[in-house]
């Protein structure tokens, strides 16, 4: 016997129940009013007074309803407190995966932030191929860039020292170790290992702070370290990912009340946009970056500011600019005083900054300060048995050649490139190899031309 049409559609339109949240509710043994007031009163501290759920809104939610955002990152940051570890939407059967679009926001919201940067954690280990399919978005940064900056430019000194706890100089010293790592071995080396490390050990820290000293430590330390996985994300070619790490870590180091720290991620934000053809925008990170400097002392950071800005210049065909941004970059470097700056600022040293410069000057088309800057890059960079920097270099250095149509020397530092490229995992690195293959295309089949490609193909057909 057939059933009548209505009853066959109201079939059709029930939707499963959520077991997900049903199992989770049992296990926290809170009662459907319990979940209810908490979302009330979570929903306050996000700012979202509004959203007011009763019992029948957690029966509703138990059938199969979805319930619209924010409800659905409150419950999981509610449960994720409850359980003390990481509890997400996807595991509260509330969606289909952790969004990766949500952590292109700067949210006004800590608890939002946390969350976000949670979730993109959470994503990055469980989901990687999912979220590195997610798209760089040019003008993501200058909103959060701005936000940056006028917020901390109204924020007061925090008197007297920062208390060291016993958790964040933890955190800090395994900093340390995973930016040897990215310095000697590339991006690629460690993210994986250092995304789950956060997961496991850093983030959840991050919801059991409860005094503001040891609250604003713990974000300087977190924006630290997912400012590095966003830089490791970066030169591994995740571009997408790389750029929610950052504008998440440029959120963090607001919280740290560290304008320094933050213009450093700003810095990191601007070399971003610039090598994916954005100079503009990394142009307007960069000022960003330096007006948020005002009143603080970080020679190096300033350095590296300046150094990026002429890289955007020089992209843009500001030679006079390009130029003045250099020689203002070196002014700051010679004030400089190692043992004055963060760990993180370790990297912004000769071997960097000449290599930067190097780069400046090959966009600008004038070779002989190119291979100047390469050379003095590239000797730092051997001392220190920087690998990645000596690529990178080598590979600038080869392009001056080029542009003086010597292709004898440039083929014999493609050579050095080549050698120093296949000792780590970075895809800049690699970029700068076929950018080299592409410069030596006019110069046909000569060969040169085909012995160094023919030495690329095993580099280049890897990655």
């Known amino acids: ?67 619209r955002q924010p409800v659905p990152d409150i419950l999981a940051d509610i449960f ?20 990766a679009d949500r952590s292109l926001v700067y949210n006004s919201s800590y608890a939002a932030t946390v969350e976000a940067v949670t979730n993109l954690g959470r994503a990055d280990v469980d989901r990687r191929k999912f979220l590195s399919l997610a798209p760089f978005a040019a ?23 920062q208390v060291r706890l016993e958790d964040v100089t ?15 071995q590339g991006g690629g080396s460690g993210r994986l290992a250092l995304a789950e490390y956060m997961n496991a050990h850093v983030y959840p820290l991050l919801r059991r702070t409860y005094t503001e000293t040891v609250r604003r430590a713990l974000c300087e330390a977190a924006a630290e370290q997912t400012y590095l996985l966003g830089w490791m994300a970066y030169d591994n070619g995740e571009h997408g990912t790389a750029q929610r790490y950052l504008i998440q870590s440029l959120r963090l180091a607001e919280e740290s009340r560290n304008p320094a720290l933050g213009a450093h991620v700003l810095a990191g934000m601007a070399d971003q946009a610039t090598l994916l053809g954005h100079p503009e925008e990394g142009r307007r990170l960069a000022q960003a970056g330096r007006a948020g400097l005002s009143g603080v002392s970080s020679p190096a950071c300033l350095a590296d500011l300046w150094a990026l800005e002429a890289r955007a210049l020089a992209k843009l065909g500001d030679k006079v600019g390009a130029a003045q941004a250099v020689s203002r970059s070196e002014n700051a470097f010679e004030q ?14 000769a071997a960097y900054l000449h290599g930067e410069h190097a780069n400046t000057f090959r966009d600008l088309g004038k070779p002989d300060h190119a291979a100047e800057h390469a050379r003095l890059s590239i000797d730092h960079a051997r001392q220190q048995k920087r690998a990645r920097r000596g690529a990178m270099s080598q590979a600038a250095l080869a392009v001056s050649h080029l542009q003086g149509n010597d292709l004898e020397a440039a083929h014999a530092a493609g050579v050095r490139t080549l050698s120093l490229a296949k000792q780590v995992q970075s895809s800049r690195c690699v970029e700068a190899v076929q950018d080299l293959q592409r410069r030596m295309e006019p110069f046909g089949r000569h060969r040169l031309v085909v012995d160094f490609a023919e030495r690329a193909r095993e580099l280049t057909a890897a990655a």
């Open 170 to 184: 933890a955190v800090r010293n395994m900093f340390g170790a995973f930016q040897q790592m990215d310095i000697f």
């Open 1 to 67: 016997m057939s059933l009548p049409l209505p009853i066959v559609l109201g079939a059709m339109a029930m939707k499963p129940a959520n077991t997900k949240l049903e199992r989770l509710l049992e296990q926290s043994g809170m009662s459907r009013g319990e979940l209810s007031r908490r979302v009330r009163a979570k929903a306050k501290e996000w700012g979202q007074p509004h959203i007011a759920p009763d019992t029948t809104s957690v029966r509703r939610w138990l059938g199969g309803e979805i319930p």
């Open 336 to 349: 400089v005083r190692p043992d004055q700056e963060s760990e993180w600022a370790k990297f912004i040293d």
């Open 80 to 99: 994720s407190a409850e359980f003390g570890y990481r509890v997400t939407t996807y595991d509260l059967g509330l969606a289909d995966a952790p969004s």
């Open 139 to 161: 003008v993501a940064g200058v909103g959060p860039s701005r936000d940056w900056l006028l917020n901390t430019l109204e924020q007061s000194p925090t008197p007297g020292p």
